[in-house]
């Protein structure tokens, strides 16, 4: 049975947030106004929330998932695991 990788999705989509977090930092060292203020508010803010919960959401799927396969093997396959 083939499993369901989440993790490497999860991964890039940390790393997407990390580079984006990276690359404003750099624009807010050029661009410091309350425009730049309410796009980091209105838009980052909101991007970050939604990645971290995505990734926590993910972790946690992932774990249901592992066991569930876990559960659904006939016991010879379970002690092949090992």
């Known amino acids: 049975m083939k499993r369901l990788d ?4 999860g ?5 997407a947030l990390a580079r ?3 690359t404003w930092l750099e624009t807010r ?10 796009v980091e ?3 980052l803010g909101t991007i970050r929330a939604r990645v971290r919960t995505l990734l926590d959401a993910i972790a946690k799927s992932q774990t249901l ?9 006939h ?5 092949q695991q090992l």
């Open 6 to 9: 989440m993790t490497s999705p």
């Open 11 to 15: 991964a890039r989509l940390d790393d």
């Open 20 to 22: 984006l977090e990276h």
């Open 29 to 38: 060292q050029h661009w410091n106004d309350p425009v730049a203020d309410r």
């Open 41 to 43: 508010e209105e838009y």
């Open 65 to 73: 998932l592992r066991k569930a396969e876990y559960e659904c093997q």
């Open 75 to 79: 016991p010879r396959e379970r002690t």
